[in-house]
Structure formats: structure tokens, C-alpha cells
């Protein structure tokens, strides 16, 4: 039986994908799912590359953008972009005490080329984190009609945007925490919610998935779709959203783990040795609360003399320049990435299909389980 969702936008399995990679969300998005690139560490000239790929990977299918339009964040860096470099807005003490850190811990510096490199794409693309940054890749987003989703995180989106994209018969979707959210996100005009728990890797709040959907769904009284996000992997957890109501989950740390994922072997290996438990909530990555790999590095910035986390989007500057050199330097001990609950359920590299198959198999055994269930 297809939802509300799927009969708009016909595709068939009722799994979204959240990735940063392409190919991740092409795979899905063939596979029957529906694939959604996060767009916001792109710079605007590279998210243009990234949707040609996938419009010629994906045929007529449709596939969606993620974006993300914070309430609080850095209005000094959201009007210096482009004019300066964000950079230099960071402060001289978050700046040494990351620095300090690293040398104390031996971590090398990048080679000046990949520096050079590594910073001109990290400030393009977190400039991204902003209402500004959004709207300057929703233009982009414009140029390409098989983006039939747009799904902002971090709040709601402005009106002016809303606007925009109900013009272009764009389905508008919002990633939510709480259920009073959802309901100033329907409010505000967006055709779904995204619940997600806080078992989800990336920002996420402090309620549970299971709590939180089914308050998600009354709060906008059924009258938009909900989708469910936080701790899916599983055909089974798949079943208890469809049972709470949700029309779909929303799944991210499990695309991770599979050769789709752009992640270096390096960083692959550090998911596959998590165990649940080492997802935590930690503001270091973004200066929102963001569920990751807790590691040394996360740590030191919550312990006693660390700086005040900086708003959106300097704190994400500072900070993946350091997970660059981390990165390069291959130190599991410093690498501090997001991840959910699941990933303690990712032990070894796999394919974006077999997750797809294995899910959407472990989906209908469970359904049947239930079936008989309800029999008595
Ligand atoms: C590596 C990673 C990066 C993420 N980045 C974003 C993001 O930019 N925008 C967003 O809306 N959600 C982001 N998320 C959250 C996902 O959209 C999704 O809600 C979450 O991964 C679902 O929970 P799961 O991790 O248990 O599958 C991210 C998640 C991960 C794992």
C-alpha cells in the first residue's frame, strides 16, 4: 500500500536516505527508496556538479536536497560571506586551543597545498550554513527538476523560501525534535515532518524516536505526513514506525558503512568499531548539539578551560579543518564524525542495495509477524 508521500512522488519503498554522497543517493533513489543529498557543506559551484551526476544517474525518478537554515547562527559571518574569509571571523583563542591540542597530540600539519585546499572548500561550503548560505543553493536546486524535495533542518523555513518552492511545485519537508516544532514547521506551510529521535547521528535533540513520533503526528493532527528518523537500520524498527503511524523512515548512519559512502577506509573502520554507546550528543562540530563518535577530541571541548562553542557556521569552519588533519593522520582516537545508535549494529562494509533488500525483506517478515499476531 503506498502513502501519501509515495503517491505524490511515486517511488515505491517507503525508506528516505539522508547522505552527503552521490552515489548514495542515486543507489537508493534506483533501488525504490528515496535518496536526499545534504547540500550544506557544498559550495553553490560544486552542489551544481553533484545534482548533474545524480540527474543522469537516476533517469525520470525523483530525488531531494537537504539544507540546512538554522535560527541561531553567526549574523557577522552570514553577511562577511564572500567578502572575507570566514576564517579569520573565528577567534584567536578557539583557534589556539585547537591548535595546541593538536601539536600536543602529534597530529601533523596538512601539506600546504591540501591546506590551501582543504580551507577554500571548508569556508565555500559551511558558508552554506546560513539562511543566506541555503538560499544561494536553492538557486542552484532551481536548475534541476528532478529535485522534487527540499528539506531544511535546524527550523523552520523563511516564508520567502516556502514561497519559492511551492512555486516551483517543490514538496517542502522539515526535519523536527520536538512536537511543538512541528507544528510552527506546518504552520509555516511544509508538506511533511522528518520526527527524528535522538538516537539519530547529526543534530538532534533529546527525545526518543518511539516517544516522539507518535506526539510528532498529533501535534500537525495528521493533516501532513510524518516520516521517522533516529535508530532505523532494520526492516523490523521499519515495521514499529509504519505501526506508530509514521508514513516512512528516515535513514543516515547506516549508508555510512556501505562502498557507496565517499568515507575514507580510515574512517569506515573507526564506524565498524563503535559500539552504540560511543554516538554521543556533542556540540564541538557545528556549536548545535550533534550526535557523533565520541572520541579525545570531542571530549576536550567539554572539559573544564575549553572556549564557548561558536554559532553556525564558525564552529563547523574551525572544526573540519581539524577532522581534516585528523583524517589525514589517521588517528581513530581523534575522529569524531556523526553517527546514531545504529552504528553499533555496522560491522562491515556493504552495498547500498543489500542494505536496501535486507531491509525492505526483514520489513515484510515483520509485517507478516505482526499479521499473525493480530490474528490471536
Ligand atoms: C553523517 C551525517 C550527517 C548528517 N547531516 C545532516 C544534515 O546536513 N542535514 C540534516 O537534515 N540531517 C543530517 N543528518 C541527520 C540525518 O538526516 C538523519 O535524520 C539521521 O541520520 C537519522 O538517524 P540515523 O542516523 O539513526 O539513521 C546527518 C546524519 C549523519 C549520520
Redesign the pocket.
Known amino acids: 500500500m503506498q502513502n501519501r508521500l509515495q503517491k505524490r512522488l511515486g517511488f515505491q519503498s517507503p525508506i528516505f536516505a539522508?547522505s552527503?554522497c552521490r552515489n548514495v543517493v542515486a543507489e537508493v533513489t534506483k533501488a525504490g527508496g528515496f535518496g536526499v543529498l545534504?547540500a550544506?557543506?557544498f559550495s553553490p559551484e560544486q552542489l551544481e556538479v553533484e545534482l548533474a551526476w545524480i540527474d543522469e544517474q537516476v533517469g525520470d525518478l525523483p530525488y531531494g536536497v537537504?539544507v540546512?537554515i538554522p535560527v541561531k547562527y553567526d549574523r557577522d559571518a552570514e553577511a562577511a560571506f564572500g567578502k572575507t574569509d570566514l576564517n579569520d571571523l573565528i577567534p584567536d583563542t578557539h583557534k589556539a586551543f585547537m591548535r595546541d591540542f593538536l601539536e600536543a597530540e602529534g597530529v601533523p600539519e596538512l601539506p600546504p597545498e591540501e591546506k590551501t585546499r582543504v580551507h577554500n572548500e571548508i569556508a565555500s561550503g559551511r558558508g552554506g550554513m546560513t539562511p543566506d548560505g541555503a538560499r544561494r543553493l536553492l538557486e542552484v536546486v532551481a536548475r534541476h527538476p528532478k529535485v522534487q524535495v527540499v528539506?531544511s533542518?535546524l527550523g523552520a523555513p523563511p516564508e520567502d523560501v516556502v514561497r519559492e518552492l511551492r512555486k516551483r511545485g517543490i514538496v517542502i519537508g522539515a526535519?523536527c525534535g520536538k512536537p511543538k516544532h512541528a507544528s510552527r514547521q506546518r504552520a509555516a506551510g511544509v508538506d511533511f515532518v522528518?520526527a527524528?529521535g535522538t538516537?539519530?547521528?547529526?543534530?538532534?535533540g533529546a527525545i526518543s524516536t518511539l516517544v516522539l513520533v507518535p506526539d510528532v503526528i498529533d501535534s500537525v493532527e495528521n493533516e501532513i505526513p510524518v516520516i521517522a528518523?533516529?535508530?532505523?537500520?532494520r526492516g523490523s524498527q521499519i515495521a514499529a514506525a509504519l505501526a506508530m503511524g509514521a508514513e516512512g523512515v528516515?535513514?543516515?548512519?547506516?549508508w555510512?558503512g556501505t562502498q557507496e559512502s565517499e568515507l575514507t577506509p580510515f574512517e569506515k573502520q573507526a564506524y565498524f568499531a563503535a559500539e552504540a554507546e560511543d554516538a554521543v550528543r556533542r556540540r564541538c562540530r557545528t556549536g548545535k548539539t550533534v550526535?557523533m563518535l565520541k572520541s579525545r577530541l570531542s571530549e576536550i571541548w567539554e572539559a573544564p578551560g575549553a572556549p564557548e562553542y561558536l554559532d553556525p557556521p564558525l564552529q563547523g569552519v574551525l572544526f573540519n579543518e581539524v577532522t581534516a588533519r585528523v583524517i589525514r593522520a589517521e588517528r581513530s582516537d581523534l575522529y569524531s564524525?556523526?553517527?546514531?545508535?545504529?552504528v553499533g549494529s555496522m560491522k562491515q562494509e556493504t552495498s547500498v542495495r543489500q542494505v536496501m533488500l535486507d531491509m525492505q525483506t526483514e520489513l515484510a517478515d515483520a509485517l507478516e509477524r505482526l499479521q499473525t499476531l493480530g490474528q490471536g
Open positions: 539522508f552527503h545534504g550544506s557543506t537537504d540546512i528539506v533542518a526535519m522528518v527524528q538516537e539519530a547521528g547529526g543534530h538532534t528518523a533516529g535508530g532505523f537500520a528516515w535513514c543516515g548512519t547506516v555510512l550526535r564524525f556523526p553517527a546514531g545508535q545504529v
